[in-house]
């Protein structure tokens, strides 16, 4: 499997916005969900290849993040509605259901699809993710700090942003990734819109989409949680979570932090596997 092999297409959306996605693969259909300030091209090549041995995999770029339509309505950012941009993304590509895997706010909204759009859901991986803030009192808290940051996209720019987001904690344990990989990561997250990503955080924060853990113990498709064994946070999350869902498996990654799939890819990849084998 190639770049050769890789096809890439717009994808029109009910209210005329459009969706870059990139297709390569061939078997049950996957489809991959950045983070926050992520697209398509955040995934490493090296995954992406190995993926598509035995996955069609369906890999778009959210709405308002890299080549896809910018968007500066917070309200466009609801879960329910980028749920819904993706399963638009699924029948365009000719799929009616796939498996799902995201990676933190991907997590979020691949979490969100198994609530809301369980038709259209196969499995779920969740890498580094949540169900939401249980209280009132923590999503207004969030929702506070988001408003923060959303402030300080539109008046300072996309770049002085991105350069303080990869030096949060989170990301601490990504100074080991090599000086390539980061350069890639960072000129990723660069070409995004500032408009769009503030009225992200303002739509899709974490504060603002609605808490799952009530739903979770009635969710009925099988779910791999995955965190890093350096991501105390979200290994904490993960745990929890693992304990309300019916069908879920708990994987933590060695030697890595928030973002498994970029610090231990081959990790990450043979964990994905062995959870698809399992479930045949």
Known sequence: MSRR???????????QHSLAVRELGRGAPLILVHGFTGSSQAWPDSLVQSLAERFHLVIPDLIGHGESDPVD???????????????EVLIACGHERAHWLGYSMGGRVALGACALAPERVMSAVLEGS?????SETERKSRREADEQLARELETQGIAPFVERW????????????????????LEQKLRNDAS????????LGTGTQPSFWGALSRLSRAVLLVHGEEDLKFQGIAERMHDRLS??????????????????PDS???????FHASQQ
């Open 73 to 87: 309505r917070p309200e466009r950012f609801h879960l329910k509605e980028v749920v819904r941009d993706l399963e």
């Open 196 to 203: 769009s990503l503030a009225a992200c955080l303002r739509g």
């Open 5 to 15: 092999d890789e096809t890439q297409r717009r994808v029109r959306l009910r209210d």
């Open 166 to 185: 990869v030096r949060l904690p989170l990301f601490a344990s990504q100074a080991r990734l090599s000086a390539e990989v980061r350069a890639r990561q």
């Open 130 to 134: 949540s169900p939401g803030l249980e």
């Open 247 to 264: 069908r879920s498996t708990l994987v933590s990654i060695p030697n890595a932090g928030h973002t498994t799939h970029l610090e231990q």
């Open 268 to 274: 990450f990849r043979r964990t994905v596997l062995e």
